[in-house]
């Protein structure tokens, strides 16, 4: 199983970045797609999480982030908008082969991350 993360970049305060997180295998529409972050000294924390048919957030970015699919791309995105330099992180994607979950535990199949770094 691969999952591949990007999209990330520097961005000021205030702007949108959108990242792709791109998984293998064959039915994806039944996987749950979760997006997670860990900045520098910091745990890793959820963000958002879609399944297939549903999607929730943290607190934190509830009504800023928007995360979405393309099934038939094998495609899950994390829009993001409005951001705030407290969203610099590397931001992970994974993947669970059954409903969307907020916890790291629950996911069996990581990416690699990708750097977004907010300037104020």
């Known amino acids: 199983v691969q999952l591949q993360a990007s999209g990330g970049g520097l961005v000021q305060a205030g702007g949108s970045l959108r990242l792709s997180c791109v998984s293998s295998?064959?039915?994806?529409?039944?996987?749950?797609i979760g997006w997670f972050r860990q900045a520098p000294g910091k745990e890793r924390e959820f963000v958002g999480a879609?399944?297939?048919?549903?999607?929730i957030y943290a607190d934190s970015v509830q009504g800023r982030f928007n995360v979405s699919r393309d099934n038939s791309l094998n495609t899950a995105y994390l829009q993001m908008s409005s951001l705030k330099p407290e969203d610099t992180a590397v931001y992970l994607c994974?993947?669970?082969?059954?409903?969307?979950?907020?916890?790291?535990?629950?996911?069996?199949?990581w990416g690699q991350g990708t750097q977004v770094t907010v300037s104020s």
């Open positions: 295998g064959r039915t994806f529409r039944n996987y749950a």
């Open positions: 879609i399944g297939w048919s549903g999607k």
């Open positions: 994974a993947r669970r082969d059954r409903w969307y979950s907020r916890h790291e535990k629950d996911y069996a199949y």
